[in-house]
């Protein structure tokens, strides 16, 4: 066990909440989340909702959300290809319509910009079928478009064959729905550790003892919870695997994608545009989005990689970028497509990122209390469509700690 030593100022600086319970609480919170990106910080909002506790949040960096969840597509995904029973499906779901609701009521910038799948061949097609008698099966709004509509309303995409649009697919501004929860949280007396770096977590007879060093110090502080969330993203699975035995063991894949971007006035379609997803691909191919402002980026493609801080954009994989963006915008000025930024995936494995039946790979979202670890709820694998399923994973997590 760790040596309990006097807390330095980034814990005792935590505003105090009277127990509503009783005294007898001995922990220094009620709950530690670990990871400050979108969904850590959602689930730490949520947490801090409850009368009587305490919440802390730790993030290794110097600001929240500057990992995944900065470093995306910042699309507001429809739930379209996770599979019937996945968490991917149901958070996703439930997720996108809490998170049009929060943009709406707090002036969060978003927009229901719509999104076209791509069928160039019949073979596309038929896969795109698929795609929308399973959307119908569970709810989601979806509908082919006359390819002669398609061609009015978008006169610069090229399709062939078929085009699956998806009505309630948006865009979001992530650093300003991050801004909100981080204010949110803290209005709700919730405390925020940045240049915070978790060392070691360790069981208690009752409880949780978090080890970790603040900024540059090497001082090691110590503090102990009653819950703990593991929603570190990238340094979920080693966290993981720091506290479970061995056999529980968990192997991490880091997915990285690079986004490029577009400095020409034209073409500059209004939709967002995917090809048709490639059967056993770790992505959605690399596709057409927007950030708020309409400015065009194309991404991402997969590269594996074993550093998941290796943040640097691939010149090499450019070429191949600009290929299949051609496929269906084949007027773009390949020159005025640059290099602009990447974003690491933490994966759980090589798998489809769209669900095809059972036993074919497909990934979901492990969220989960550890069996024999009284409160300890793991968060690992949450890739896309994490940034959509925030404060859906928020209720979970809730759910799984008081229900």
């Not at 670990?34 to 919440?55: M, Y």
């Not at 697919?169 to 709700?188: C, N, P, Q, W």
């Not at 997969?302 to 954009?313: F, G, Y």
Request: net charge negative.
């Amino acid at each position: 066990m760790f040596a309990r030593i006097a807390k330095p100022q980034w814990i005792l600086k935590r505003s105090i909440r009277e127990f509503a319970s009783s005294a007898s609480r001995s922990a220094d919170f009620t709950h530690v989340v670990i990871g400050a990106g979108a969904v850590g910080l959602a689930v730490a909002r949520k947490l801090a909702e409850r009368d009587g506790t305490s919440t802390l949040l730790i993030e290794r960096h110097g600001a929240v959300g500057t990992e995944t969840s900065s470093r995306n597509s910042e699309v507001i995904h429809a739930g379209i290809y996770y599979g019937p029973t996945s968490l991917k499906t149901k958070l996703c779901i439930k997720g996108k319509q809490m998170l049009y609701d929060l943009c709406e009521e707090q002036n969060i910038p978003y927009r229901n910009a719509k999104k076209w799948v791509l069928a160039q061949n019949a073979e596309q097609h038929e896969s795109l079928i698929g795609t929308h008698d399973f959307a119908k099966s569970i709810g989601v709004p979806i509908h082919f478009i006359p390819l002669s509509e398609a061609h009015a309303r978008e006169p610069d995409v090229r399709v062939e064959e078929a085009v699956l649009e998806s009505p309630t697919t948006g865009i979001v501004d992530s650093h300003a729905y991050m801004s909100y929860l981080e204010s949110d949280f803290r209005s709700k007396g919730g405390d925020l550790a940045c240049h915070t770096r978790v060392e070691s977590v360790a069981p208690l007879e009752s409880g949780w003892q978090i080890a970790a060093k603040n900024g540059s110090s090497l001082e090691v502080t110590t503090i102990t919870a009653e819950t703990i969330i593991n929603s570190a993203g990238l340094a979920a699975v080693p966290i993981s695997n720091s506290i479970l035995p061995e056999s529980r063991y968990v192997k991490p894949y880091y997915a990285k994608g690079s986004y490029y971007s577009y400095n020409a006035p034209t073409p500059r379609p209004m939709t967002l545009v995917y090809p048709a997803p490639t059967t056993g691909a770790a992505g959605l191919g690399t596709h057409l989005t927007m950030d708020i402002t309409g400015a065009i980026r194309f991404g991402p493609d997969v590269e594996w990689v074993n550093d998941p801080t290796d943040l640097s954009v691939n010149e090499s994989r450019l070429p191949a970028a600009l290929d299949e963006i051609e496929t269906y915008l084949p007027s773009i000025r390949r020159e005025k497509v640059q290099l602009d930024y990447s974003g690491i995936r933490p994966k759980l494995g090589k798998g489809g990122a769209v669900w095809k039946g059972d036993g074919d790979g497909f990934l979901d979202f492990i969220i989960r209390k550890e069996e024999g670890y009284e409160g300890f709820v793991n968060l690992l694998g949450i890739e896309s469509p994490g940034l959509t399923s925030s404060l859906a994973i928020a209720d979970m997590v809730d759910e799984l700690l008081y229900r």
